[in-house]
């Protein structure tokens, strides 16, 4: 079991250049997260999903947007990357259930670098 | 909305010390509240949780009591060792099913000295 993974660990890019961030567990999980975190803010959730090919807006969407095609896999897109969103992204998973959805089991993180 | 404010860090102890790191939120209703706890190049990790009022968690000697006349959820440890170095972030959970999400607080980070 490798849980949840995410690719690439770490990336830099130029103002103006798109890039995809892949998440992917192997829990059959129902629920997905992407959060950003960033120095004295904790973290903020991106966007989520509920389910196999549903997505939703969380705290700070803007810049970014999401798929969620196969249940095992999240991705997050920066269609026109800026120095903002320089920061490290988690990606984060939880079963359905009302017990046991109470937990989220994150990703390693990818640091991100927009120059 | 809802919030979670968190002691300011770094937080500096000797091994063998007694730790206490403040937590206080803001929320309507009965949330979930959660410790987790970040390891230098890792994700977080879930460390304990309470679910309703004087609840307490605990887990690799942490715990943590869920205080609704206060909004508090202060963890404690009585003896850190230096394997407790991380970052630790508290946490609520509000919503109802399928819509339920994460507030975090801004985290603290942690450094135990031998």
């Known amino acids: 079991n490798a849980g949840v993974t995410q690719t690439p660990k770490f990336r830099v890019l130029k103002t103006g250049q798109s890039m995809t961030l892949l998440c992917a567990q192997d829990m059959n999980h129902e629920y997905m997260y992407w959060y950003r975190q960033d120095p004295g803010m904790g973290l903020r959730l991106i966007h989520y999903?509920?389910?196999?090919?549903?997505?939703a807006k969380g705290e700070v969407p803007d810049g970014y947007n999401v798929s969620r095609l196969k249940k095992q896999n999240f991705l997050l897109g920066l269609e026109s990357a800026a120095p903002s969103q320089t920061s490290v992204y988690f990606c984060?998973?939880?079963?359905?259930?009302?017990?046991?959805?109470?937990?989220?089991?994150f990703g390693p993180g990818t640091r991100l670098l927009v120059l | 909305g809802n919030s979670v404010t968190q002691m300011e860090g770094p937080v500096t102890l000797s091994e063998e010390a007694f730790l206490t790191i403040n937590c206080t939120y803001t929320a309507t209703g009965y949330p979930s509240l959660f410790w987790y706890v970040q390891y230098p190049g890792e994700g977080l990790q879930l460390l304990l949780k309470a679910t309703k009022a004087d609840d307490k968690g605990s887990n690799k000697g942490f715990e943590a009591t869920y205080r609704k006349e206060t909004t508090s959820f202060h963890l404690e440890k009585g003896s850190v060792q230096v394997s407790d170095s991380a970052v630790y972030f508290c946490?609520?959970?509000?919503?109802?099913?399928?819509?339920?999400?994460?507030?975090f607080g801004t985290g603290t980070r942690l450094t135990i000295i031998p």
């Open positions: 999903s509920v389910g196999e090919g549903t997505t």
């Open positions: 984060a998973s939880n079963p359905k259930g009302l017990q046991v959805r109470e937990t989220q089991y």
């Open positions: 946490a609520l959970k509000r919503g109802f099913f399928g819509n339920e999400k994460l507030t």
